[in-house]
Each structure stands twice: as structure tokens, then as C-alpha cells.
């Protein structure tokens, strides 16, 4: 078990449908982070918020749209997703600092059918 | 540009020592860590180097020379559960980024 919380674990939608993914964590953790991972492939950076206000955004499409409701939440709404976006969804999180570790949930697994 | 280079795949037997490279080069350096995966699994911390020089956890120690761009992750005394992939990442800025993973499979 981690200690970031992601939910759900599995999630299979359609390329019309609407979902969100939720991460929590609640370690104090300022900094929060979205990564995307294909199979056999390093985790890509999505977003990062800092103090609940995004500061990173990768030229991710707007089909993902990321929301920080507060400090110990983070949720990614996701629309109108193509069958490339199937992929492991990690949230992680860390304390302010260049030299403070990630850490990372369990994951969701996305499936785009 | 980022670039992180690692070995795709490594083999070791049990009980053996078995050293992972990373090499980088990244605009802006704020540290090193390296993260094991277990395949289904979150990646968990391992180690953080942001000083040249060796870094000493357990069967675990790191390695760091900012001036060669490179780090190596050692493991002693390896068990089949060290069986993951190990994932090399530089902090530049606020952003994590990481290499493409070296897959390690233990063998008994």
C-alpha cells in the first residue's frame, strides 16, 4: 500500500463518455503531480500543481483537464479520450524542495475502447 | 534538450552485485534519484544523489558525478524479488525526468 491514493484502480470508458480519476494524499504534501505510462515505458509528466495552483502543464490536450480542489486532492476529468490514451495513469506527491522524493500511487489503469 | 540514457535490460544471478548507468544530460540539474518498479506497480524511491560521491542504503548504494553526467545505482547481494525495473531520473526545475528503465531479471 501506498500512501497516495488513487481510485479507481481500473477504469474502461468509451470515447464519448466522461470520467475522472482522484488522487489523495495526506502527508502535507504541497506539490502534486500527473504522469501518464505506457507498458515498457518511463512515466511521462502530464501536470504539476504546486500549492493547489498548476504550474506545469506538458502540452497536454485539453481532453485532459486537471483540477485541485484542495491540498490533499487532485482529480484529472477526462473527455472525449482516443483509444491511444489507454495507458497507467500515477499521481505522486512531494514536499516542497528540489531534493524531496516523489511519491507515487498505485496507479489507474485506463482502457479506451 | 533532456536526455537520459540507461541499459534496456540486465541479468544477475542471486547473491551477485549488479551495477545500473545512467548517464544524462539535461538543461538544469537539481538532483538524481532512482526509483524501482515492480511491473503492475507504483514506482517506489530508492535513492537521491544531488553531490558527487557515493550514497549508501542497505544493499542499495548510489553514485553521482555531476561533471560525467552519470550515476550508477548498485545492488548487493541480489534476491529474485530485486527482479523490477529501475527507472534513472533527473530533476531539472520542478519537473521529473526520467530514463527509460532498465529492466533487471534475477536469476537463481
Known amino acids: 500500500d501506498t500512501e497516495v491514493t488513487q481510485t479507481p484502480k481500473h477504469l474502461v470508458m468509451g470515447m464519448t463518455n466522461k470520467k475522472s480519476l482522484k488522487c489523495e494524499q495526506h502527508?502535507?504534501?504541497?506539490?502534486m503531480y500527473w504522469y501518464k505510462q505506457k507498458a515498457k515505458k518511463p512515466p511521462e509528466l502530464m501536470f504539476v500543481y504546486s500549492y493547489e495552483k498548476l504550474s506545469i502543464n506538458e502540452s497536454v490536450p485539453s481532453r485532459f483537464s486537471p483540477e485541485c480542489p484542495n491540498s490533499s486532492l487532485l482529480n484529472l476529468h477526462l473527455h472525449a479520450l482516443q483509444p491511444e490514451d489507454s495507458a497507467l495513469y500515477l499521481c505522486?506527491?512531494?514536499?516542497?524542495?528540489?531534493?524531496?522524493?516523489?511519491?507515487f500511487g498505485d496507479g489507474t489503469r485506463l482502457s479506451i475502447l | 534538450g533532456q536526455n537520459i540514457d540507461q541499459p534496456t535490460e540486465m541479468t544477475a544471478t542471486e547473491g551477485a552485485i549488479v551495477q545500473i548507468n545512467c548517464t544524462y544530460q539535461t538543461s538544469g540539474f537539481n538532483g538524481l534519484f532512482w526509483y524501482q518498479q515492480h511491473a503492475g506497480e507504483a514506482p517506489t524511491f530508492l535513492s537521491y544523489?544531488?553531490?558527487?560521491g557515493l550514497e549508501e542504503k542497505g544493499r542499495f548504494s548510489s553514485f553521482l558525478s555531476r561533471s560525467k553526467g552519470y550515476s550508477y545505482l548498485l545492488l548487493k547481494e541480489l534476491q529474485m524479488k530485486d527482479s523490477a525495473s529501475y527507472l534513472c531520473?533527473?530533476?531539472?526545475?520542478?519537473?521529473?525526468?526520467f530514463g527509460k528503465g532498465t529492466t533487471l531479471s534475477v536469476s537463481s
Open positions: 505522486a506527491s512531494s514536499p516542497e524542495g528540489s531534493n524531496q522524493p516523489q511519491h
Open positions: 531520473a533527473v530533476r531539472a526545475g520542478t519537473a521529473l525526468i
Open positions: 502527508m502535507g504534501h504541497r506539490a
Open positions: 544523489n544531488v553531490l558527487d
